[in-house]
Protein backbone atom coordinates (compact mmCIF):
# COMPACT_ATOMS: atom_id res chain seq x y z
CA UNK A 1 0.00 0.00 0.00
CA UNK A 2 1.33 3.31 -0.78
CA UNK A 3 -0.27 7.08 0.05
CA UNK A 4 0.66 9.86 -1.80
CA UNK A 5 0.10 13.41 -0.80
CA UNK A 6 1.04 16.16 -2.80
CA UNK A 7 2.13 19.63 -2.09
CA UNK A 8 3.37 23.00 -3.59
CA UNK A 9 0.43 24.51 -5.39
CA UNK A 10 -0.96 27.87 -5.48
CA UNK A 11 -1.61 30.97 -7.66
CA UNK A 12 1.45 32.17 -9.28
CA UNK A 13 1.56 35.06 -12.16
CA UNK A 14 2.69 33.70 -16.00
CA UNK A 15 6.29 33.49 -16.47
CA UNK A 16 6.54 32.43 -13.00
CA UNK A 17 7.56 28.89 -11.28
CA UNK A 18 6.28 26.37 -8.57
CA UNK A 19 7.63 23.17 -7.72
CA UNK A 20 5.17 20.37 -6.64
CA UNK A 21 6.19 17.52 -4.63
CA UNK A 22 4.70 14.11 -3.40
CA UNK A 23 5.53 12.33 -0.69
CA UNK A 24 5.27 8.37 -0.52
CA UNK A 25 4.65 6.11 1.98
CA UNK A 26 5.88 2.83 2.73
CA UNK A 27 8.95 1.04 2.34
CA UNK A 28 7.81 0.07 -1.14
CA UNK A 29 8.15 3.77 -2.61
CA UNK A 30 11.75 3.04 -4.60
CA UNK A 31 10.24 0.22 -6.65
CA UNK A 32 7.46 2.60 -8.37
CA UNK A 33 7.12 4.73 -11.21
CA UNK A 34 6.20 7.78 -10.63
CA UNK A 35 4.27 10.42 -12.48
CA UNK A 36 2.44 13.60 -12.63
CA UNK A 37 -1.33 13.94 -14.52
CA UNK A 38 -3.05 17.06 -14.51
CA UNK A 39 -6.90 17.71 -15.09
CA UNK A 40 -7.96 21.34 -16.00
CA UNK A 41 -11.81 22.28 -15.37
CA UNK A 42 -13.89 20.00 -18.31
CA UNK A 43 -11.12 18.37 -19.90
CA UNK A 44 -9.77 14.66 -19.48
CA UNK A 45 -6.57 14.36 -16.98
CA UNK A 46 -3.47 13.73 -19.19
CA UNK A 47 0.01 12.65 -18.28
CA UNK A 48 2.16 15.57 -17.37
CA UNK A 49 5.67 13.78 -16.55
CA UNK A 50 6.85 10.36 -15.27
CA UNK A 51 9.52 8.73 -14.12
CA UNK A 52 10.87 5.02 -13.46
CA UNK A 53 12.01 3.79 -10.35
CA UNK A 54 15.51 4.97 -10.08
CA UNK A 55 15.29 7.91 -11.91
CA UNK A 56 16.60 6.98 -15.19
CA UNK A 57 14.28 7.26 -17.54
CA UNK A 58 11.93 10.31 -17.35
CA UNK A 59 9.31 11.60 -20.14
CA UNK A 60 7.48 14.31 -21.06
CA UNK A 61 4.24 15.68 -22.44
CA UNK A 62 5.73 16.81 -25.87
CA UNK A 63 4.06 20.25 -25.30
CA UNK A 64 6.20 20.83 -21.61
CA UNK A 65 9.65 19.78 -22.75
CA UNK A 66 11.83 22.19 -21.70
CA UNK A 67 9.34 23.75 -18.91
CA UNK A 68 8.85 20.88 -16.30
CA UNK A 69 11.21 18.58 -14.88
CA UNK A 70 10.60 15.97 -12.98
CA UNK A 71 12.54 14.44 -10.62
CA UNK A 72 12.71 11.94 -7.49
CA UNK A 73 14.52 11.41 -4.16
CA UNK A 74 14.22 7.88 -2.72
CA UNK A 75 15.87 8.28 0.80
CA UNK A 76 12.71 10.65 1.07
CA UNK A 77 10.20 9.18 -0.54
CA UNK A 78 9.83 12.22 -2.56
CA UNK A 79 8.75 13.00 -6.41
CA UNK A 80 9.25 16.25 -7.51
CA UNK A 81 7.47 18.38 -10.47
CA UNK A 82 9.84 21.56 -11.41
CA UNK A 83 7.54 24.01 -13.35
CA UNK A 84 9.02 27.25 -14.76
CA UNK A 85 7.72 29.40 -17.42
CA UNK A 86 4.34 28.44 -16.35
CA UNK A 87 1.29 29.50 -18.52
CA UNK A 88 -2.21 30.10 -17.66
CA UNK A 89 -3.04 27.06 -19.85
CA UNK A 90 -0.90 25.19 -17.19
CA UNK A 91 -3.82 26.31 -14.60
CA UNK A 92 -5.32 22.32 -13.61
CA UNK A 93 -5.18 20.26 -10.65
CA UNK A 94 -2.07 18.13 -10.81
CA UNK A 95 -2.05 14.66 -9.45
CA UNK A 96 1.10 12.09 -8.18
CA UNK A 97 0.76 8.88 -9.35
CA UNK A 98 2.69 5.51 -8.65
CA UNK A 99 2.45 2.50 -10.24
CA UNK A 100 4.90 -0.56 -10.72
CA UNK A 101 4.37 -0.23 -13.93
CA UNK A 102 5.53 2.47 -16.35
CA UNK A 103 2.94 4.82 -16.36
CA UNK A 104 2.84 5.92 -20.12
CA UNK A 105 3.06 1.75 -20.90
CA UNK A 106 0.16 -0.52 -22.76
CA UNK A 107 -0.74 -2.14 -19.12
CA UNK A 108 -1.14 1.02 -17.25
CA UNK A 109 -3.36 2.59 -19.88
CA UNK A 110 -5.81 -1.00 -19.70
CA UNK A 111 -5.74 -1.43 -15.99
CA UNK A 112 -5.62 1.88 -14.78
CA UNK A 113 -2.99 3.85 -12.41
CA UNK A 114 -2.36 1.88 -9.08
CA UNK A 115 -2.25 4.82 -6.55
CA UNK A 116 -3.28 8.26 -6.39
CA UNK A 117 -2.83 11.01 -4.61
CA UNK A 118 -5.61 13.86 -4.05
CA UNK A 119 -4.11 16.59 -5.94
CA UNK A 120 -2.55 20.00 -5.61
CA UNK A 121 -4.09 22.94 -7.55
CA UNK A 122 -2.41 25.38 -9.56
CA UNK A 123 -3.30 28.29 -10.92
CA UNK A 124 -1.85 30.29 -13.29
CA UNK A 125 -2.85 34.26 -14.11
CA UNK A 126 -2.53 36.04 -16.45
Known amino acids: QVQLVESGGGLVQAGGSLRLSCVGS????????MGWFRQAPGKERVLVAS????????HYLDSLKGRFTISRDNAENTVYLQMNSLKPEDTAVYYC???????????????????WGKGTLVTVSS
Open 97 to 115: AADLNPLYSDYVLKHGIEY
Open 26 to 33: GRTFSRYA
Open 51 to 58: ISWNGGDT
